[in-house]
């Protein structure tokens, strides 16, 4: 259903009449209109709109869900949401906010973790729920071309009967996109196996503001023929474009997968076993992550996965997941055991116990104590979340300094503060820094920042090893980016977005 030349001018010039400057900061954007929304009504068919504006007239609770991000933190006032099935509908929906300079805010599955996917204002919200079709699978090369709005789990599910796998994981799987992973550059828990998105993405479809469609959906390992424009869009939060397609690298499903929990007496033993499991495990291991002892309490309390068994919990501070994943069976389970026995054996134990998987559904129960803390802490109260990259000798440190630095302030009490915690991926010195409060508090935010951005600044770490910037870090990016990095970024974005549509207020102010 597309609009002829003649009366999309028509429909601009009338609705570009009625346009009024918003005022709200996002300077010279406008709020849409109902002349918007009869042009949006040719573009896409009325089910495909939720819009308070004649003549679609939605319930506005119907938007709630769209304006407000997973952990209720941040909301916007958007009056509409577009929902296109089609490349070619995106460019024409951008190509009029374009021209009518109407700010557009990407969202994937709304799972994003830094206010970047709900509107600072009321910016139009394109979801890209609709646009869920494979596109094409080669389960020789492993090699997935889908659209940009296919959950995670449905394309795992898809590659998996051609014994593939995705390259990425993460706890938010059952809802996030393959689009929205793409667009923060989402690390996850198969990282350290199978490095970042920079690399296993080998082509996307993306709409520009204007409209213009940039296709390099390309299926090709290699090609250096010039600048690689797809990098830029991976991780660029949706402030460049609009992706619609990916074209990603599915690695070779591990014939076997194991884990185990190992309880460790105190964090000075992280750094050691690490290096141990390195040498011992090398070619097989696939995962190492870290829960302290808080956020294990809290994923327990709150039903995440089972519970060890107490007696293995005993005088633990922290606890490490190991995963391994082989080609044989055999081989990696005497490599797992030839491990904790050496571990429980030494003379001085880096580790108390350690509870090995036995069956599948074992498997699944140990990933969701590590995969559900995140789940846990939402559950808990409102969470306060620093996302960060620091030296691995430095974890702890950085944890309890917080937890002191809360108390020193009087905010570490039932009414304030309730926990602080960390977990993470080691294997990819990413740290969660998690402070967990009844409410959003200004004297918590206050007391936190820029607290935590000069301690990871003075370790030369990152504000934001895997989140992203959003809207939550956008006026501490210079903690982990020079001004000329800064600069650069700011004349990239011009050269992409020269009316500052595309995601206003994220990333860069
Ligand atoms: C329980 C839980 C666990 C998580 N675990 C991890 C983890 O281990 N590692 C990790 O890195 N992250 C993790 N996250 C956060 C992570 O960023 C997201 O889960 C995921 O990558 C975002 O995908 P989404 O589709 O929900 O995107 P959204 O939240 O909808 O959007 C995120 C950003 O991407 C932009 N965007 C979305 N789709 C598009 C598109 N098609 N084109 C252009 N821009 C777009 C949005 O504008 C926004 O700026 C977790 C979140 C939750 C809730």
């Not at 993405?201 to 940039?214: A, F, Q, T, Y």
């Not at 055991?337 to 069956?359: F, M, R, T, Y």
């Not at 992203?468 to 980016?481: D, V």
Request: proline share 5%; hydrophobic share 35%; with cysteine.
């Amino acid at each position: 259903m597309l609009v002829s030349r003649s009366c999309a001018k028509r429909l601009l010039a009338s609705a570009g009449r009625a346009a009024r400057y918003s005022s709200t900061g996002t300077s010279q954007l406008n709020s849409v209109t109902e002349q918007d929304i009869e042009y949006f009504s040719k573009i896409l068919p009325k089910t495909s709109i939720i819009s308070t504006l004649a003549p679609i007239s939605s319930p506005s609770d119907e938007l709630n869900s769209f304006n407000s991000d997973w952990m209720g933190r941040f909301h916007g006032r958007s009056t509409t949401v577009l929902k296109p099935k089609t490349t070619r509908q995106v460019s024409e929906i951008l190509k009029w906010c374009n021209e009518r300079r109407i700010g557009v805010v990407p969202q994937g599955g709304n799972t994003g973790l830094v206010g970047g996917s709900v509107p600072v204002h009321d910016e139009v919200i394109i979801s890209l729920s609709n646009m869920n079709n494979v596109r094409n699978y080669d389960p020789v090369s492993g090699v997935l071309v889908a659209d940009a709005g296919c959950i995670l789990q449905s394309l795992t599910d898809y590659v998996a009967p051609h014994n593939h796998i995705m390259p990425i994981d993460l706890g938010a799987k059952g809802s996030c996109h393959i689009g929205g992973n793409v667009a923060t550059n989402a690390g996850g828990l198969r990282l350290l196996r199978y490095g970042s998105l920079h690399g296993s993405v080998l082509g996307l479809e993306v709409v520009l503001p204007d409209g213009s469609i940039l296709d390099q959906l390309t299926t090709l390992r290699k090609d250096n023929t010039g600048y690689d424009l797809k990098q830029l869009f991976i991780g660029a939060e949706g402030t460049l474009g609009v992706i619609t397609g990916v074209s990603i690298l599915t690695p070779p499903q591990p014939q076997a997968s194991n884990n185990v929990i190992l309880s460790l007496p105190s964090f000075d033993n992280v750094l050691p076993l690490y290096q141990t499991v390195k040498r011992q495990l090398s070619e097989i291991l696939s995962a190492f992550e870290f829960i302290d002892r808080t956020a294990y309490n809290l994923a327990v309390k709150h039903g995440q996965g089972r519970a060890l068994p107490e007696s293995e919990t005993v005088g633990a501070e922290c606890f490490i997941l190991v995963e391994t994943s082989g080609g044989r069976r055999e081989h990696d389970s005497e490599k797992l055991l030839d491990l904790l026995e050496s571990l429980l054996g030494a003379d001085k134990p880096l580790i108390n116990s350690g509870v090995l998987s036995q069956s599948p559904a074992e498997f699944s129960s140990l990933w969701a104590l590590r995969e559900g803390v995140t789940e846990a802490v939402s559950k808990e109260g409102k969470a306060y979340k620093y996302d960060i990259s620091v030296p691995l000798a430095s974890f702890k440190q950085v944890v309890d300094d917080t937890r002191e630095h809360l108390r020193s302030k009087g905010l570490l009490h039932d009414k304030a503060v309730k926990y602080v915690l960390g977990y993470g991926h080691v294997g990819d010195g990413n740290l969660h820094l998690n402070i967990v409060a009844d409410a959003y508090l200004p004297e918590i935010t206050d007391a936190l920042e820029p607290y935590i951005y000069e301690v990871v600044a003075s370790h030369r770490g990152s504000i934001s090893a895997e989140h992203g910037i959003g809207a939550m870090k956008t006026h501490a990016l210079h903690y982990s980016k020079s001004d000329v990095s800064i600069e650069l970024m700011k004349k990239i974005k011009a050269v992409f977005d020269p009316k500052g549509i595309m995601n206003p207020g994220k990333v860069l102010e």
